[in-house]
């Protein structure tokens, strides 16, 4: 599903951000990319997603690498994977349902298929009673959910989330992390970057995968089976 072999990257002015990184996200696998900030998590999302390529190594993606795949046929990618961001990223002079339809308009699908694939998305993260209010009505977890059934729309086969709790309180975390684990139960990847170590502890099913200054330090499967990093 998600394959990253040897992968480095470095940017003119930042330098090294990643260094040798290799790790297998099987299908319908929950992951944690952890790490403290600068450690490369947001870098590996952005090379998963193709908005940058490694500067050497290979990135895989259900059936796409980034040695491989040409810029203009980066979209067909990203029908097949889903981000959300930890600052939403949504539209504020839209509705809930308008952003969520928004991010269907370019499939070229009808108009009444478009509202009824947004609502149904919208009943699908908890958010149908919203789907008419602006975005400065919603709270910061309700925002989540709206970005979320928006990365939802052509039903991925991979969701990225980089740090999306990160702006939330207790209470809404909780509710997040409870419709991605959801989400992973249907049999979609998911692989989550988070710095919150208190968060992780509390899914001790999930995956874990950290990152320190660019490398890969600890892979939890790969402690399972007695393998080295």
């Known amino acids: 599903m998600i394959k990253l072999i040897d992968v480095s990257k470095e940017y003119p002015r930042r330098g090294l951000a990643l260094d040798g990184v290799s790790f297998h996200v099987r299908k319908g696998e929950f992951a944690f990319l952890t790490g403290h900030s600068g450690s490369g998590k947001s870098t590996t999302l952005r090379l998963i997603h ?19 795949t040409s810029p203009r046929d980066v979209w067909k990618l990203r029908r097949r994977v889903g981000f959300c961001f930890q600052d939403f990223r949504l539209l504020p002079n839209r509705t809930a349902l308008e952003n969520v339809a928004f991010a269907l308009e370019v499939t070229g699908a009808g108009r009444k298929a478009i509202h009824t694939r947004a609502q149904r998305l919208l009943s699908q993260v908890g958010l149908a009673p919203k789907a008419g209010a602006m975005v400065h009505e919603l709270s910061g977890g309700e ?29 809404a975390t909780r509710g997040i992390m409870e419709l991605f684990w959801e ?12 710095h919150d170590l208190e968060l992780v502890r509390r899914y001790p099913n999930a995956r874990l995968l950290e990152l320190d200054q660019g490398r890969l330090v600890y892979d939890s499967a790969a402690a399972e089976a007695g393998e080295a990093v």
Request: aromatic fraction near 2%; proline fraction near 5%.
């Open 143 to 171: 925002q989540q959910r709206v970005a979320i059934a928006r990365a939802l729309v052509n039903d991925p086969l991979v969701l990225l989330a980089d740090e999306p709790t990160g702006n939330l309180d207790e209470r």
């Open 183 to 194: 989400i992973n139960q249907l049999g979609m990847a998911v692989l989550m970057a988070t």
């Open 50 to 68: 193709m908005a940058d390529r490694p500067t050497s190594g290979e990135v895989r993606v259900s059936g796409f690498s980034s040695s491989r």
